[in-house]
């Protein structure tokens, strides 16, 4: 299932999108995660070294300009969970879901915890099962690259 991905929150700061060629055969979607390899951005398979999210989608030709929201510490992000939400995910850092066109916070699971959840979005209620909810918080320092973590 196609998510909403990662979104700056409240909303982008314009300063920080910066534009950069795409790599060769990239099918990420508006709101996944994306590396810089070899100069050019591509999909993030791990939620290490992420430099940034997707402004808008792959094009599938290399070379062609994408617009990338860089992240830097303590920028928050508003994403949907992969589980049901409820208040005790509060103050907890999880993995993340690191499927093109579907990326997500994974609730359930925090082995390589990369996501601060600072809380629940307020329009989802305490919790949300169906479909599941959305979190704000931000990303760890180790995961962001664009501060050499």
Do not use: W
Request: aromatic share 8%; glycine share 10%; proline share 5%.
């Amino acid at each position: 299932m196609a998510t909403s991905g990662f979104r700056p929150y409240p909303g982008p700061k314009a300063d920080r999108i910066t534009v950069l060629p795409e790599a060769a055969t990239q099918s990420f979607k508006t709101g996944d995660l994306v590396i810089i390899s070899s100069g050019k951005v591509a999909v993030a398979t791990d939620d290490e070294n992420v430099f940034g999210v997707a402004m808008n989608d792959a094009s599938g030709t290399t070379d062609t300009d994408v617009s990338v929201y860089v992240i830097y510490p303590g920028d928050k992000f508003i994403a949907e969970s992969g589980a049901a939400t409820a208040v005790a995910n509060q103050g907890v850092a999880y993995d993340l879901n690191m499927t093109s066109g579907s990326m997500s916070v994974t609730t359930g699971t925090a082995t390589s915890a990369a996501f601060y959840i600072d809380c629940l979005d307020p329009r989802d209620g305490a919790t949300s099962s169906s479909p599941y909810g959305h979190v704000i918080g931000r990303f760890l320092y180790t995961s962001i690259d664009a501060i050499g973590g």
